[in-house]
Nanobody, 132 residues
Framework: QVHLVESGGGLVQPGGSLRLSCEASTTVVRLYTMAWFRQAPGKEREGVSC????????????YYKDSVKGRFTISRDNAKNTVYLQMNSLKPEDTAAYYC?????????????????????WGQGIQVTVSS
């Protein structure tokens, strides 16, 4: 069983920054595709960013939703079993509950890593609110 725990959310003013962390219970980060999703009230859950690397490789494939490109950066620390989402230049429309998710690399084509239905393991979610 894989457990994911998010941290780092909160209230920030427009233009500010936050860094979300997702700590996994096992060596998931190294062997799985990891992703961040978000869901605002009354809206569907949407894929924000994904990251995948092959075991033993330092290279990672990444995906970003168009609206966050250039502002958000996903990264991983295999030694800490943790994935991060650095969010800069935050906008009010970034306000949502953010979720970390994980799926085995062989169970998911990376080109569809933004589809939430592809993931079996989820964190509990953390709120990000961008407001003045």
């Amino acid at each position: 069983q894989v457990h994911l725990v998010e941290s780092g959310g909160g209230l920030v003013q427009p233009g500010g920054s936050l860094r979300l962390s997702c700590e996994a219970s096992t060596t998931v980060v190294r062997l799985y595709t990891m992703a961040w999703f978000r869901q605002a009230p009354g809206k569907e859950r949407e894929g924000v960013s994904c990251i995948r690397s092959s075991d033993g490789s330092t290279y990672s494939s990444t995906y970003y939703k168009d609206s966050v490109k250039g502002r958000f950066t996903i990264s991983r620390d295999n030694a800490k079993n943790t994935v991060y989402l650095q969010m800069n230049s935050l906008k009010p429309e970034d306000t949502a509950a953010y979720y970390c998710a994980a799926a085995p690399n062989d169970a998911l084509l990376f080109r569809v890593c933004h589809q939430w239905t592809k993931y079996k393991y989820w964190g509990q979610g953390i709120q990000v609110t961008v407001s003045s």
